[in-house]
């Protein structure tokens, strides 16, 4: 059954400082991967997603992606506290297959 | 655009009541996913509709658990005999056609308790 492992499960970082999130699946067959971003009490938000080989870019959010160890990270640069949230990692195959998601990474960000 | 919609948000039942939690999505998606999410398990896959038609049941509870699209505007999920253990918050998602890659557009939620 296929799994998708996020670390660490929780993390904590000051305003202004860099969050990293890691996110493995156990899928080999794995080609797509997001982050969606839920804030407590509320529905989760895509955030980013990469398919390809590499890094990718948004403002303050920077994903990466190694197909072959089949690994995932997401960084969040100058962090503030409306970036405190549980950050979701899910996966999916080609071909229209069921999205998995992993367990999360609770962020806080301190004032 | 409304977004995905579910009703109720909230649902309390009785041990061995039936509850059905409702889901429209967003107008033209193609696709409707259901998960349910709890504290212990996370998010768990449930079921998964494409074009109306039932691609991928593999995350539902057999016995009490049902799903249906009987068109592109609604889906529901049927628990039969709830029991404590099924209570959580109910997400149904929607993605728009086209492309391989399903991202998800989610509702608010149901929360259903089963006393």
């Known amino acids: 059954q296929q799994k998708v492992q996020q670390s660490p499960e929780s993390l904590i970082v000051p305003e202004g400082g860099m969050a990293s999130l890691n996110c493995t699946s156990s899928?080999?067959?794995?080609?797509y991967f997001w982050w969606y971003r839920q804030h407590s009490g509320k529905s989760p938000k895509m955030l980013m997603s990469i398919f390809s080989n590499g890094e990718k870019e948004e403002g303050r959010f920077t994903v990466h992606l190694n197909k072959a160890s089949l690994h995932t990270s997401l960084h969040i640069r100058d962090s503030q506290p409306s970036d405190s949230a549980l950050y979701l990692c899910a996966a999916s195959r080609t071909g229209g297959y069921k999205v998995v998601f992993g367990s999360g990474t609770r962020l806080l960000v301190s004032p | 655009n409304a977004g995905v919609i579910q009703t109720p948000r909230h649902k309390v039942t009785g041990k061995g009541q039936e509850a059905t939690l409702w889901c429209e999505p967003i107008s033209g998606h193609s696709a409707v996913f259901w998960y349910r999410q709890t504290i212990v398990q996370g998010l768990e896959f449930l079921t998964y509709f494409r074009n109306q038609a039932p691609i991928d049941d593999s995350g539902m509870p057999k016995e009490r658990f049902s799903a249906q699209m009987p068109n592109q505007s609604h889906s529901t999920l049927k628990i039969q005999s709830t029991q404590p253990q099924d209570s959580a918050v109910y997400l149904c998602a929607s993605s728009p056609p086209g492309g391989s890659a399903e991202t998800l557009y989610f509702g608010s939620g149901t929360r259903l308790t089963v006393l």
């Open positions: 899928d080999r067959n794995v080609d």
